[in-house]
């Protein structure tokens, strides 16, 4: 068969634009709404996605404007795909957990079980964390330094995944005649003495229906860049042009070797912001309406973050971006490139937070089905993507759009699945299952 | 109303007693499957059961003979819990989390998502490690000491119910119109500086149905009993005789003046390991059934266990229970209790091994519907409880057993509900609904 493209949706509660919750057509509660939530995963099933994917923080936005945005009362992910494994069968389950404040213990135990739950559908979204609000919830005055952060996330990745061999596949024999229950040549203790962790294992969940959940990643620095080729089984990026996409995706597969690692074994999936229309002018008016509804000093805020983490509430809404020094977040990428568009255009800071509201710094696309179809198809036959991860403005409204209007057109192109291939999201992403390395 | 019962069903994974996996009615692969755990809650539902309990530590046991226990492969409890609110609707949800090997942040918002997931159901069973395993998958040697672990349950406590009171009930005002998410003046950020933690705030979750989710412990230590007469609002505890019962029941209901507490606002809920038969001796001929299906050496590794993990394994199965040191684990009460009984019936190790098999130094009552209920409504009756947290030898067999004949009795006796009395777990328990602190 020939090859085809992967998709997931993510779900920012009310959608990937900023002032979605503003938006008559969007239920304004819909981060703790679990009726909703099911909805969505229901439409992305029923559309043959590989997965839902969340992002995650373990803070709330702090300052006064991040009461003007609906970011501070969400669903736990974890939990929440619990609950969502219960309503879908097919697609895959992917949370976020950073590595920098929790313990690997508890995330491998934690995605183990979502695997078990799901019949095989996890995936771990690893990441680090970038800013002060989520040091300050974990007894630390500042997140930790890049360098650190990464460090600790590779040392974290190697437990969790050391863990979850705890158990051969076939290690539970529960034999009830003899009393054996396992077979105690069947399970490794872990062991493991480093430099940021002191884990004994075993784990006490079974080895998983994939053996091991799917590890995501993002990270776009250099840093970022090897951790993904060294551990990561798909990467979710944010590339703005074919040519920067093309570039990212030739380094990235093109360090896979040095792991002994084939192209195959990561999906490169950017991020595309799409606005889906009957017509481009329809598709250019529903754009935006939403974009009439950014408060400037909300645009703003989102900006400081994406340009990793700086309060830019100082500055004069119709004055240019400030010069800013080069952040330690994991927003490196994304800093250089808003920068460089800033100064291009000439946006004042109000102009620049409003242009970022929705796609976020990500490969935008406003249009009819037909037009999508063939920006996603050029990227995905020319070396830029495996597949991407959708981004829609609003919720349910923009995910339904997505799958009545683009998805048909990349099935009549041969272009993605009319059926999921497999039971496990693995199977679906085309991933191997991985062996257990005590074996 | 007349007063009335309470009841839990403790879940774990194949049956209370220890070789319940090795009976030809239980499925041994119990551990991992979702739907034989969805038929579980859904009985303990039908049977009107307020909540559903899951115990939990965060290691696998470990030695030779763990391989001949049914306790390596669980679900974790808040995942599963998260999963069972999907396909329950009225039924508590109670799960256990460590405060030695856990975040107060991360526990704060699984719990609060859980009650929102659930419409108001969470109950979280708040406990101290006390084995040495847990430690070292957590960068520690050796666990806490008992002052030590109490002391930070105490603290985790705060900031975990500090949390939950991040927000006002009526803070997301979410007016589409005017731009407003939330109210800036009703989120309060803790600002938690402690002993053992700091913990800035707010969570990124909205207060949930319950206000909070209900807290429950099961220590019976000195600091145990002390900590719950401050903060609990369900306990759990093992008792083995009326007398032992009620004088627990008083001096844990005396000690809750003294926070300004009444007697109503903490239930204690002591296990009763019930085996139901339609006749006595039908009902001991099934007990009889597990015991012969106990190995020596599997009962005398949990008991090890119960008198607080020490290894036994190298005293003769044949010969007395040795003299063991005073335990610093959360098992003092019990180890007291056993150690009496060994004596008093002197018993060898593997009979007491056996003896506790089942029911684990918890209240025993095999017997008929009416006999059982007899002893239920004496201790309901004479202030030794105000329900009970039912233990069942197996599942799921045990657990229709008791909710067929037993529950039945009670309702005609009028002790027990026939329909649930709200959607709450607090409203069912009848626990009032917590204020917020900062109102």
């Excluded at 050391?162 to 399970?187: C, H, I």
């Excluded at 195959?264 to 999936?269: N, P």
């Excluded at 099935?411 to 009319?418: A, I, K, S």
């Amino acid at each position: 068969m020939a090859r085809q493209l992967k998709l997931g949706a993510f779900l920012m509660a009310t959608g990937h634009h900023i002032a979605a919750w503003r938006h008559p057509d969007v239920p304004a509660n819909a981060g703790l709404d679990f009726a909703y939530y099911k909805h969505l995963a229901q439409i992305a099933e029923a559309a043959r996605f590989d997965a839902v994917f969340f992002a995650d923080s373990v803070a709330a936005p702090s300052g006064d404007i991040a009461s003007r945005m609906a970011r501070s009362d969400h669903f736990e992910p974890l939990t929440l795909l619990s609950a969502l494994s219960v309503v879908t069968e097919h697609i895959g389950l992917i949370a976020t957990a950073t590595t920098s404040y929790n313990e690997p213990y508890h995330v491998a135990r934690k995605f183990a079980s979502l695997d078990h739950l799901s019949g095989g559908r996890a995936g771990w979204n690893l990441v680090t964390s970038d800013n002060a609000a989520e040091a300050l919830n974990f007894g630390r005055e500042q997140h930790f330094a890049h360098a650190e952060r990464y460090s600790r996330a590779r040392e974290f990745h190697q437990v969790v995944t050391g863990l979850w061999d705890s158990w051969e596949d076939d290690a539970f024999v529960r034999d009830k005649a003899s009393g054996a229950y396992y077979d105690p040549a069947k399970v490794h203790v872990l062991d493991h003495v480093g430099e940021h962790f002191q884990v004994k294992g075993p784990l006490n969940v079974a080895r998983s229906p994939q053996g091991q959940p799917v590890i995501v990643q993002a990270g776009s620095s250099e840093a970022g860049r090897q951790l993904a080729a060294q551990t990561a089984e798909v990467v979710f990026t944010a590339q703005t042009s074919l040519a920067h996409a093309q570039a990212f995706y030739a380094d990235l597969k093109g360090r896979l070797n040095q792991y002994g690692r084939s192209a195959d074994s990561l999906k490169i999936m950017p991020g595309v912001f799409v606005v889906v229309g009957d017509t481009q002018s329809q598709a250019r008016e529903k754009y935006e309406t939403f974009q009439q509804l950014v408060e400037p000093e909300v645009g703003v805020a989102l900006l400081g973050r994406m340009l990793g983490n700086f309060d830019l509430s100082k500055y004069p809404l119709d004055g240019p971006l400030p010069p800013l020094p080069l952040t330690d977040s994991g927003q490196q990428s994304r800093q250089k490139l808003l920068t460089e568009l800033a100064g291009r255009e000439a946006l004042s800071l109000a102009e620049l937070g409003r242009r970022i509201a929705g796609g976020r710094g990500h490969f935008s696309l406003i249009g009819t089905p037909v037009q999508i179809a063939d920006q996603l198809q050029e990227w995905f036959e020319h070396g830029a993507a495996d597949g991407f991860n959708v981004l829609v403005p609003h919720l349910p409204g923009g995910l339904e759009d997505f799958a009545k209007g683009v998805v048909p057109e990349l099935q009549r192109r041969g272009l993605f699945r009319t059926e999921y291939e497999g039971r496990t999201l693995r199977q679906n992403l085309g991933l191997a299952r991985p062996g257990n390395r005590f074996v």
